[in-house]
């Protein structure tokens, strides 16, 4: 069966970097579709100020809406609490059932630190994780391996893609600058940012 690509992350804002990497997965796994789920409460970010869920998922959702393998999923806005990937893929797997695949799709550089996440082990039995490695990030297969034994070699994956070197940190420091984004982010998300005032935006 096709399977079902999913894209967790605080997107704020998602940008070019999240979409071109969620196509070329897409097209080399053959799945059906890319779940965008932009975290309600991050387990990472809890002290770090972002945008409101909202904004972020109202962002997510123009970003997708061109592309009809793309879904923006509030999954984890209509949970309470810290958005565990663990929680999130539980009820997912509940919900595609236990045929169809599910691949978590990250960078290589938040997989090597997959033994530190909220129950790590259980969190790679329900689905798959692909890598999209980038120049000068690899993955740790050593410290996978021996953390997650044959579990590593069985449901994560590397997948070289394309580098574009865009970050929304970069992008939230531009906009307070009054620099161009142009290109960084689609530009529905652009409009809606300069709109909404977001990021302290000045931007003509």
Not at 62 to 90: C, K, Q, W
Not at 97 to 115: C, K, S
Request: proline content about 5%; aromatic content about 8%.
């Amino acid at each position: 069966m096709k399977g079902i690509g999913i894209m967790g992350g605080t997107f704020d804002p998602i940008h070019m970097g999240h979409l071109l990497t969620a196509e070329y997965v897409r097209d080399a796994y053959g799945l059906e579709k890319v779940l965008f789920i932009p975290a309600a409460n991050s387990p990472f970010k809890l002290e770090k100020k972002v945008e409101s869920a909202e904004d972020r998922l109202a962002m997510t959702r123009l970003a997708v809406a061109d592309n009809p393998h793309f879904e923006a999923s509030d999954i984890e806005m209509r949970r309470e609490g810290v958005s565990y990937t663990s929680d999130t893929i539980a009820l997912l797997r509940a919900h595609f059932g236990p045929d169809v695949p599910l691949y978590f799709i990250t960078g290589a550089d938040a997989i090597n630190d997959l033994p530190a996440w909220h129950h790590p082990r259980e969190l790679l039995e329900l689905c798959h994780f692909i890598a999209a490695t980038r120049q000068g990030t690899a993955l740790d297969l050593p410290k996978l391996r021996a953390f997650f034994g044959a579990l590593c070699d069985a449901h994560i994956h590397e997948l070289a893609t394309p580098e574009l070197e865009i970050s929304s940190t970069e992008i939230r420091a531009r906009i307070r600058q009054g620099r161009s984004i142009r290109y960084m982010v689609p530009e529905s998300v652009e409009t809606y940012i300069r709109k909404e005032g977001l990021y302290r935006c000045v931007m003509e």
